[in-house]
């Protein structure tokens, strides 16, 4: 059964460093890739764009093309989602044999002990760490006791079992951030070649950061 892939963030705004990271993993994995924007928790600075702009400005950046999808089920609950939640509710979606696969960078990964029963996410879904050439970091002991038994490089393992290995992934480095997008609207700049052509077609997408300025 076909595997899907997950990449969360905020998306505000979607730029070409989502995009091209989403891209390369479809390709490497060979899985269609959801994007799933999330509610911000009340102890992060709010995002500046609206739950339905930034939905707006990812379905006119993944128009045209079918490998890299947009799943708005974080949105579409009242407040923040735990991953663990979220990976459950696609498990009761998609059934227990369809492999998820949850796309992480390797900072986040470090910091998965952190999160609310972080163990768990091995029993419902694999995770593919996006890595940078170059980079490496210390993994937490008890982060690196869970993982180490559950690396594959294999993509084929990916594809053989509904959840709990954990592949590294090597993705090309694009030094383009959300924040950085949104600053360069607030002056008034163009960011053209930061953020897909789409969201340029259309005054309005943008128009909520150029206001901010
Ligand atoms: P901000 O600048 O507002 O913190 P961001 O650009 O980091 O935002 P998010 O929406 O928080 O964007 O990121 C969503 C996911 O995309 C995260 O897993 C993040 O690591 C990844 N990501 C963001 N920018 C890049 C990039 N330039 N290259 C690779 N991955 C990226």
């Known amino acids: 059964m076909e595997p899907i892939a ?7 705004p979607v730029h070409i460093g989502h995009l091209r990271v989403a891209l390369e993993a479809s390709e490497a994995l060979a899985v269609p890739v959801c994007l799933m924007p999330a509610h911000v928790p009340p102890h992060r600075p709010a995002p500046v764009a609206s739950a339905a702009q930034r939905v707006a400005m990812l379905r006119a950046a993944l128009t045209g093309q079918d490998r890299l999808l947009l799943d708005t089920r974080e949105l579409e609950r009242s407040e923040p989602s735990y991953t663990v939640d979220t990976l459950r509710g696609m498990r009761a979606e998609f059934g227990a044999a369809r492999p998820l696969v949850l796309l992480l960078g390797l900072d986040a990964f470090a910091g998965l002990p952190t999160w609310h029963e972080w163990r768990e996410l091995f029993k419902l879904a694999h995770i593919a760490v996006m890595t ?7 993994l937490p002991a008890d982060l690196d006791a869970e993982v180490a038994p559950r690396r594959t490089q294999s993509v084929a393992d990916l594809h053989a079992a509904p959840c709990g290995k954990a592949l590294d992934l090597a993705v090309t480095p694009l030094e383009v951030s959300a924040s950085a997008v949104r600053a360069v609207l607030a002056a008034g700049r163009d960011p053209r070649w930061l953020v897909p052509d789409a969201l340029l077609a259309d005054p309005d997408l943008l128009a909520a950061y150029r206001a901010a300025g």
């Open 132 to 138: 940078r050439p170059g980079h490496s970091t210390v």
């Open 6 to 12: 997950i990449l969360g963030g905020t998306f505000d």
